[in-house]
């Protein structure tokens, strides 16, 4: 069993820049990955990002390639979604979320997932 708890959302201007948080807590082992996904109003979840905790490798979608870096600091268990130049578009809740995963771009494959913290992004 996991636990992840993000913080960091908040109304930020376009262009500017905002780092979430993801702690996780709970059984060693139970995680390979640690992703960030986000909803915007009307729409589906969508993956954004998302780190092999063990190697520190990231895979990002297309959108925010360049924008957006992850990392994670083993020593306390934190995940951490660093997001610049951000755009209107980047309106969101963003989730994170962990487990055994295969597929990183997959929702369905994570099992735990933190409450959502809100990302405005107006001009």
């Known amino acids: 069993q996991l636990q992840l708890v993000e913080s960091g959302g908040g109304l930020v201007q376009t262009g500017g820049s905002l780092r979430l948080s993801c702690v996780v807590s709970g059984r060693p082992f139970t995680k390979n990955i640690v992703g960030w996904f986000r909803q915007a109003p009307g729409k589906e979840r969508e993956f954004v990002a998302a780190?092999?905790?063990?190697?520190?490798?990231?895979r990002y979608q297309d959108s925010v390639l360049g924008r957006f870096s992850v990392s994670r600091d083993g020593a306390t268990n934190t995940a951490y979604l660093q997001m610049s130049r951000l755009k209107d578009e980047d309106t969101a809740v963003y989730y994170c979320a962990s487990g055994w995963v295969r597929n990183v771009m997959n929702e369905s494959d994570y099992d735990y997932w933190g409450q959502g913290t809100q990302v405005t992004v107006s001009s």
């Open positions: 780190i092999y905790w063990v190697a520190g490798t990231a």
